[in-house]
Structure formats: structure tokens, C-alpha cells
């Protein structure tokens, strides 16, 4: 099991599930984040700061603890 905070810069993959609780759920849907949506990690900041990520054409800035609730599955390439 991996989680996207775990991938690596201009890693891509798939969000396979999203483990949270109903309101982080709904938010995260709402900027869409998806089940089987594609993403990669554009930038990391420092000190375990927040990942920009990009969904298909729209960026988004992501803190850690929200983007390690969401599962992925790597693209292999």
C-alpha cells in the first residue's frame, strides 16, 4: 500500500482509495481528488511541507497529513 505522500517528484500514478473522514472526504472530492483520477507531484516544500499536486489540468497544494489518507497505485513506465 502506498500513499501519495509518499510519491516521489514526476511520479505519476492512480488514487486507488481515499481513507478519511467525511468532511476531509467531501473536500478532497470537491478539489478533485477521486478514485482512478491520475495525479503527480509537482513540488515538495521543505520540512515536510505541503506537495503541489497536479489532477489531470488543475493544481493543487496539498498538506502532508491530507495527502498521506489517500491511496495510489504508481504508474509503471
Known sequence: MQFLSQLQIGQRA????????ESLFHRLSALGFRVGKPLSIIRRANFNGPLHVRLGTTDVILRSTEASRIQISALSI
Open 14 to 21: 492512480f488514487i486507488s482509495a481515499i481513507e478519511a473522514e
